[in-house]
Each structure stands twice: as structure tokens, then as C-alpha cells.
């Protein structure tokens, strides 16, 4: 038992997707708060908000908030798992390494530690306990009816 935590020898297993599953709450959660804080503070947050990419704060703001909020929802779900987790990873890379990269490194490690999880999680996988997974399962079914249903010419 103990072997099989340990050293996990299917990682779609079960135990796995759970993890997956768990991780994606937590990670999720975390990065929605930031995204609810900047909704609510979008007026004071407008004409001040860094521009490190060039495009005018205010837009600047919007992409962030979309990463943070809409972004971080879909991967909690895991729909459009990898899709979601593009902006994300983005947001944190401009933030680790153009906005705060004169900082020292206490300052940029919450965007470091986000950065590193996002790239894992999107490598990972969604795993089994999300919507992508459901929606391909289901395309992969109707898929294999389809087959069925066609008579091979010889």
C-alpha cells in the first residue's frame, strides 16, 4: 500500500487524478483570490497598474484579471484545461520576470512558485476528474459508434 503512494506506477490512476483534482482547487482558489482583489479594486487599480508589455494599463489590467479570474475558474474545472493555463503561465512569467524583476527575490517568489505550478500542472494533465476529460470520453464514444456504423468495402 504504501509502495503504491509512494511510487504511483499508472499516473492516470485514480489516486493520481485526485491529486490532480485537489491540486487544481488549491492552486485555483489561490489565484482567484488575486483576480477577485483587482476586480475590486479596478477603479483605484486603472491608471496605475504596471504596463510592462507596452499596451496601456488599463488593458494591461483587463488581461490580468481574465488570467486571474475567468482563467483560474476554467482550470479549477478543468475545462479547456490547457487553454485556461496559457494566460496564467503568461501572467506570471511577465510578472516574475519583467515586473517585478529588479525586486528582490522575497518580492517575486509568489509569482515564481505560480509560475513553476502552472508550467507542472499544464504538463500534467487535467487528469480524470474534469470536464475535458468528461467531454473527450464522450466524443471518443460517439466516435467509436460512428466506426461501427460504417461497412468496410473489400
Known amino acids: 500500500m504504501m509502495k503504491k503512494f509512494l511510487f504511483p506506477s499508472q499516473p492516470s490512476s485514480t489516486l493520481v487524478s485526485i491529486q490532480l483534482l485537489s491540486a487544481r482547487?488549491?492552486?485555483g482558489m489561490l489565484f482567484l483570490n488575486h483576480g477577485v482583489e483587482k476586480w475590486a479594486s479596478y477603479k483605484t487599480l486603472v491608471d496605475i497598474?504596471?504596463?510592462?508589455?507596452?499596451i496601456g494599463s488599463?488593458?494591461?489590467l483587463i488581461l490580468v484579471i481574465f488570467a486571474e479570474l475567468i482563467c483560474s475558474v476554467a482550470f479549477m474545472f478543468?475545462?479547456?484545461y490547457r487553454l485556461a493555463m496559457i494566460p496564467m503561465i503568461i501572467?506570471?512569467?511577465?510578472?516574475?520576470?519583467?515586473?517585478?524583476?529588479?525586486?528582490?527575490?522575497p518580492a517575486k517568489e509568489l509569482a515564481?512558485?505560480?509560475?513553476?505550478s502552472f508550467v507542472?500542472?499544464?504538463?500534467s494533465g487535467p487528469?480524470?476528474?474534469?470536464?475535458?476529460?468528461?467531454f473527450c470520453r464522450r466524443c471518443s464514444r460517439n466516435s467509436e459508434l460512428e466506426s461501427e456504423d460504417i461497412i468496410p468495402i473489400h
Open 78 to 80: 478543468g475545462f479547456l
Open 112 to 116: 515564481l512558485i505560480y509560475l513553476v
Open 25 to 27: 482547487i488549491i492552486l
Open 127 to 134: 487528469g480524470r476528474y474534469s470536464i475535458d476529460y468528461m
Open 58 to 60: 488599463h488593458l494591461s
Open 49 to 54: 497598474f504596471p504596463d510592462p508589455l507596452h
Open 120 to 123: 507542472l500542472m499544464y504538463i
Open 91 to 105: 501572467n506570471m512569467a511577465v510578472a516574475f520576470f519583467m515586473v517585478h524583476a529588479s525586486d528582490p527575490m
